[in-house]
């Protein structure tokens, strides 16, 4: 879920991570347009795709409750680990 910006509120599946940018590139949220120059094969065009968000207004979503969360690590009794909702205390996959 998008946190903040002109597409705040918006919910999308996380496409790409670029960890050396902090950013995260989200589908269907941030969407901007790029002119292409013609080729000798294609005609000149507008094209809408979508841009990377930072880290920062990115968080996910409990699949239980439905809320943005910013999920806690635990431990299993087996010693893997995984994610924890804080509101609703669901394991995340």
């Known amino acids: 879920m998008v946190m903040g910006g002109r597409d705040r509120g918006k919910i999308g599946e996380v496409i790409k991570i670029f960890p050396a940018e902090s950013r995260v590139l989200v589908a269907k949220a941030n969407i901007v347009t790029k002119h292409r120059k013609a080729t000798q094969t294609d005609p000149p065009s507008i094209q809408k795709l979508e841009a990377p968000l930072p880290y ?30 804080r509101k609703c205390g669901e394991t995340i996959l």
């Not at 439905?66 to 893997?80: A, C, I, N, S």
Request: proline residues 13%.
């Open 56 to 85: 920062s207004r990115v968080m996910l979503v409990c699949p239980k409750c439905e809320k943005p969360v910013r999920p806690k690590m635990d431990r299993l009794p087996t010693g893997e680990s995984v994610r924890v909702c």
